[in-house]
């Protein structure tokens, strides 16, 4: 069973241009998640979709948006990048369940 | 605010035996999880206590105590291999979707031969 997909694995972007990072979920699960993950701030929770629904929003500015799609697949987009916005992005997906959370192998941001 | 700590570091030698603790204060509390990273791979799912007490998974075990705010995972038999990071997780919403996951900053677990 193939595991949660993230691509791409590196991107390098300059200040102010936007991003769009996406997400394959297990199949069968139908919930995806998205965290940043940077040395500083550690591993914080960005947005939770459900069937195409956003369910959960963390605390992050208006910048940063997603959006899940009917095959359950994901996207998060990061507009006006700014240097702070350089992490790692993880995607996780997980069934219709509150224990285990399945992570990608994550998005490496490099804002320049 | 939400607020998990944990140790930054730990080391101990192959065949040893690990504690690492977790404390919490969050603004919901739905269930204690652990998750074992990796340099440059994905966190892995460890444990989940949903409920107070000891759960068993292999050489790993994790404990919550949800009058004390508090949860630690038992590694036992160490291996090099286990030479990871480690984060507890607080899941704080109600529902039957994961929610938020706040995590701690993470231990880094060094296993010496």
């Known amino acids: 069973k193939a595991g949660v997909t993230q691509t791409p694995r590196y991107l390098i972007k300059t200040r102010g241009q936007q991003v769009t990072l996406s997400c394959s979920p297990i199949?069968?699960?139908?919930?995806v998640s998205w965290y940043q993950q940077t040395p500083g701030q550690g591993l914080q929770f960005l947005f939770e979709y459900f069937s195409e629904t956003q369910r959960n929003k963390g605390n992050f500015p208006g910048r940063f948006s997603g959006r899940q799609f009917s095959n359950s697949r994901s996207e998060m987009n990061v507009s006006t990048l700014e240097l702070g916005d350089s992490a790692l992005y993880l995607c996780?997906?997980?069934?219709?369940?509150?224990?285990?959370?399945?992570f990608g192998q994550g998005t490496r941001l490099t804002v320049v | 605010g939400q607020s998990l700590e944990q140790p930054s570091e730990v080391t101990a030698v192959e065949g040893a035996i690990v504690q690492i603790n977790c404390t919490y204060q969050?603004?919901?509390?739905?269930?204690l999880s652990w998750y074992q990273q990796h340099d440059g791979g994905a966190p892995t799912f460890l444990s989940y206590n949903g409920l107070d007490g000891l759960e068993e998974t292999g050489r790993f075990s994790s404990f919550l105590s949800r009058s004390d705010s508090y949860g630690y995972l038992l590694l036992q038999e160490l291996q090099m291999k286990d030479s990871a990071s480690y984060f507890c997780?607080?899941?704080?919403?109600?529902?039957?979707?994961?929610?938020?996951?706040?995590f701690g900053r993470g231990t880094q677990l060094t296993v010496w031969p």
């Open positions: 199949s069968g699960h139908r919930s």
């Open positions: 996780a997906s997980s069934l219709d369940g509150p224990t285990e959370a399945f």
């Open positions: 997780a607080v899941r704080v919403d109600r529902g039957s979707t994961l929610g938020r996951l706040y």
């Open positions: 969050t603004s919901g509390f739905y269930g």
